[in-house]
């Protein structure tokens, strides 16, 4: 019999587990930014009393829910502590093995549970398993952890040697007096294993408080030593160094090397930062937001690990106003104290990154613009800039020759997708109506406003347009007019005269390249408009006889090589001497270019239409036999002549004749074809004009 009421064990587990369970939450929520591993703390903390209650609760819950998920939260918990405490202590190991340990547990426990009923197996199966993942935290508490955090994790180490002592105590007594299967009629040694761990469970939640609290005080105590050995070691050299330290142009600082402390700066580095020496101390260098890119830091400590020293690693600062600077770092570790530091020179060479990015952007549009068009080019530009000068949005405008008009042409891609929706591309309009902005057109200078809201002559903003809170624009001047103007705007920091300069360079090189590419694009433009008046006839618009014999070879010899059939019409107008004599040569243009107007209208994009000499136009049509020839000649002809062409001396009725003539049905080359073709005309004009004519081939008569 047992005396102990295993219920009453139960109660008074579930209520030390919940007070554990709220000492741990506090203790995490006050240190979980401090120290790696306090949330795995939590977890184990929050499934252990999960664990309990599910126990406890069994006869009002699915029993198999209670005793599989009940068992499995006490084994995953112990895991997850075991990794927590492995993090607090820098001792990350490989898990592997104890997912091994978790999945063969869990199956014994449905084994003994659903397959063969066994409360004494699964009691072992559990305190096996304790016994494993406790033994490990014992290790890891009294060897594994640093020589200098032992102390502190020696009494956590000994309580779980004591899990691993009760487990394999309760392990023997089942063996020996093996349990029944109602875990509430559990014998005398199972009650007291119970009670043995909720003391060891409360023994442990007070050994984890007392280590977190001195660890606290140790590294307290390890700031305010290092802290006094640094000065000791800074006041024997002061004499000697401070002079240099002090005087030096560039930032010099000592930082921690594990989280970027600051120990001691100069006064370069106030100059640089913007920080005086007093807001520096008892920061880092990430809580003062220092690194634009805090992974720059990252690189920079495994860069230091792997060499030992760095010269000249380029990083970007950002100093107290919100300015980035390019900076070069030159940096070595030190030991002070027993721990690693920085010692850091920091050169602001923001001036020297600038030109160089410059030369790099110039280099970049000339390529660009070799293969992109000038609205293309100029969104590159902007896009480029917003980079360099850490700005939201920006534009391009060019300003007409009288210097009054506008023109707006480009804004960056940002500023198009976030910004500005407003219309008005390649809009003119009058530089009076432009808002403060374009004083720098009016004052032919840059204009800074970094308080824009505040400007008492500013206007209001058209709708879908950026909201602006400073900007900078700088105009450029070419040939002594000012030719565009180009802004900047939403930088996170004020403008200041280093941007001015900056971007007056930047304009006058994109101007450069802009103006280049415009003329480059007005050249190829009369090239083009050279070549197509070079193979156009200048009155109908029709391809001229030059254009012909460049045509007809090649597209012949692709209907050879795909084998399709090409038709040639050969048109004439009719009397067309008479339209010239009656009505003037005026009125025969008129009919020449209404003619080359219906024939444009009525063809395929891949009929090709000459005009061959005078009144005559030839026809060439890839893929039509003669039959679909001749229907498009009728419609030509009957469209033709039902159409009163209203001249200058009143309306004009014409008609025309329409000869017909195929590859390869009636001829190889271009010149048999056209020969073809002007023999079927020939015959459509003795036959009484007016009409179309396929050619027919005549056989010479048979020899007698």
């Known amino acids: ?46 499934m252990q009393f999960a664990a309990v209650v599910l126990i406890a609760v069994r006869t009002w819950i699915p029993e198999i829910v209670a005793v599989l998920l009940g068992n499995g939260l006490v084994v995953a918990g112990t895991i997850l502590l075991l990794l927590g405490l492995e993090r607090f202590h820098g001792k990350r190991g490989p898990q592997i093995h104890n997912a091994l340990l978790l999945a063969v547990f869990l199956a014994l426990q449905v084994y003994f549970y659903v397959f063969s009923l066994n409360l004494t197996a699964r009691n072992i199966n559990l305190s096996l398993a304790l016994t494993a993942v406790c033994g490990q935290c014992a290790w890891l508490m009294l060897r594994r952890a640093d020589p200098q955090m032992r102390p502190n994790a020696q009494t956590a180490g000994i309580i779980f040697i004591g899990y691993v002592l009760a487990s394999v105590f309760r392990i023997a007594a089942d063996l020996a007096v093996p349990s029944s299967n109602d875990f509430f009629q559990s014998g005398i040694y199972d009650t007291l294993v119970l009670m043995t761990y909720q003391m060891l469970f409360v023994a442990l939640t007070f050994s984890l408080f007392l280590m977190v609290n001195r660890r606290l005080r140790s590294d307290l105590e390890e700031d305010i030593a290092v802290r006094g050995r640094v000065e000791e070691n800074f006041r024997v050299a002061q004499e000697k160094m401070a002079t240099a330290f002090h005087a030096s142009p560039d930032a010099i600082l000592i930082t921690r090397l ?199 002559g500013r206007r209001g903003m058209p709708p879908g347009h950026a909201a602006v809170h400073r900007e900078l624009v700088v105009p450029t001047l070419h040939g002594g007019r000012i030719v565009s103007v180009l802004g900047i705007g939403n930088k996170p920091s004020p403008y200041d005269e280093r941007d001015a300069v900056l971007l007056d360079s930047i304009a006058d090189i994109i101007w450069t390249i802009v103006d280049h590419k415009r003329t480059d694009e007005e050249i190829h433009r009369l090239q083009r408009r050279l070549e197509e008046m070079a193979v156009r006839d200048s009155l109908t618009g029709l391809f001229n006889r030059h254009y012909l014999d460049i045509t007809l070879q090649r597209e012949l010899a692709r209907a050879a090589r795909e084998k399709y059939a090409v038709s040639f019409i050969l ?38 239409i000459f005009r061959y000499g005078g009144e005559e136009f030839l026809a060439m049509l890839p893929k039509v036999k003669p039959d679909a020839a001749f229907r498009v000649a009728e419609k030509w002809r009957t469209g033709f002549r039902n159409a009163t062409m209203l001249l200058e001396y009143g309306g004009v009725q014409a008609t025309i004749s329409l000869g017909i003539a195929a590859f390869p049905a009636h001829g190889g080359s271009a010149a048999e074809l056209i020969a073809a073709a002007d023999r079927a005309l020939y015959l459509a004009k003795t036959s009484g004009r007016n009409r179309s004519a396929v050619y027919q081939r005549t056989e010479p008569p048979a020899a007698a």
């Not at 047992?2 to 919940?18: C, E, G, K, Q």
């Not at 203790?27 to 120290?35: D, E, G, K, S």
């Not at 008005?424 to 374009?438: I, N, Q």
């Not at 009505?583 to 009929?607: M, P, T, W, Y």
């Open 258 to 456: 594990r989280d970027g402390k600051l120990l001691e700066v100069n006064d370069g580095f106030d100059r640089l930062s913007g920080y005086a020496r007093d807001e520096a101390m008892d920061s880092s260098t990430l809580q003062l937001s220092l690194w634009a890119d805090p992974r720059e830091r990252e690189r920079m400590v495994a860069a230091l690990a792997k060499e030992g020293r760095l010269h000249n690693f380029e990083a970007d600062f950002r100093r107290k106003s919100g300015e980035v600077l390019h900076c070069l770092i030159s940096a070595e570790t030190i030991e002070l104290a027993g721990e690693p530091h920085i010692l850091s020179i920091v050169r602001d060479v923001s001036e020297w990154h600038r030109a160089r990015e410059i030369v790099r952007l110039r280099l970049d549009l000339w390529e660009y613009s070799a293969n992109h068009t000038v609205e293309e080019l100029m969104r590159k530009a902007l896009d480029e800039i917003e980079d360099l000068t850490g700005s939201a949005i920006s534009f391009y405008h060019f300003v007409m020759e009288d210097e009054k008009t506008l023109a707006l042409q480009a804004w960056s891609t940002r500023t198009l997708r976030e910004f500005c929706r407003a219309e008005g591309k390649g809009m003119h309009y009058e530089l009076d109506r432009a808002g403060v902005w374009a004083d720098a057109v009016r004052l032919r200078k840059p204009v800074i406003h970094n308080d824009y809201a505040a400007l008492p």
């Open 571 to 608: 048109l004439d107008i009719d009397h067309f001497k008479r339209v010239n004599d009656t009505f003037g040569h005026k009125a025969g243009d008129g009919v020449l270019r209404e003619l080359a107007g219906l024939l444009l209208k009525n063809s395929r994009a891949s009929d090709i």
């Open 1 to 46: 019999m047992n005396p102990l009421d295993i219920r009453t064990v139960m109660a008074s587990y579930i209520f030390s587990n919940a007070i554990c369970l709220l000492v741990i939450f506090l203790m995490w929520r006050q240190n979980r930014t401090r120290f790696s591993g306090l949330g795995f703390w939590l977890a184990d903390y929050s």
